[in-house]
């Protein structure tokens, strides 16, 4: 089964999740698109969607699904969104496609976090993909200085700039024992605007495509 086919049938499987009247988060990236694709039929029985990105926003407008302000919200129900890395704790890499910022608030904001990817995504250990950081653009160079002392390193993604206007740092060369101590330390850096490790807020459940599709709850 190829990867996109997985892909898709962990966000088909998500939607079991979704319920009438529900605000439903929705994360960013090949999977979420999967996932919004099959939340389309959906769109008279929710309330709307809260979107972490551009992207996500026009996939959901090109859909008719009303995207909601998350100001006026409150908590959500559900988010269900994408990695770029999972480990058996449902810890999490991400930002691969630079939304990472909103993806964090969005996924603060729920009571319940679906995450949805494919086999190659699992891992036992977080830090084979590189760790994304998004920074204040000014703070670069002395954010980039800091990871060193930390021991990544860091690799500018020259040309991207986020839907907040910032840039991306891309942290090679770690292997994380403690995800949760790092995000923490990463955090304290001025200039960083968030890190694309989510181990305060891990996953509530993992849903991995394949012909077998696997809940991990
Ligand atoms: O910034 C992007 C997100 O964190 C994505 O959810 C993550 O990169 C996974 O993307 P994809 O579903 O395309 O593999």
Redesign the pocket.
Known sequence: MSQDSQ?KAAAEAAIRYVEDGMIVGV???????HFIEALGPLRDRIEGAVS??VQSTEHLHRLQIPVLDLNACGTLALYV????ECDPAKR?????????TR?KIVAEAARRFVC???QS?QVDLLGHHPV?IEVIPMARSLVAREIVRLGGQPVWRDGVVTDNGNWILDIHGWRIADPKALEQQINQIPGVVAV?LFARRPADVVIVGGREVQILS
Request: aromatic share 0%; net charge negative.
């Open positions: 892909k994360g960013t990236g090949s999977t979420v698109a972490s990105s969104d994408g990695a770029d999490l890499i991400k930002g691969g496609g630079a939304a990472l993806e949805i990817i494919d995504k994304p694309g």
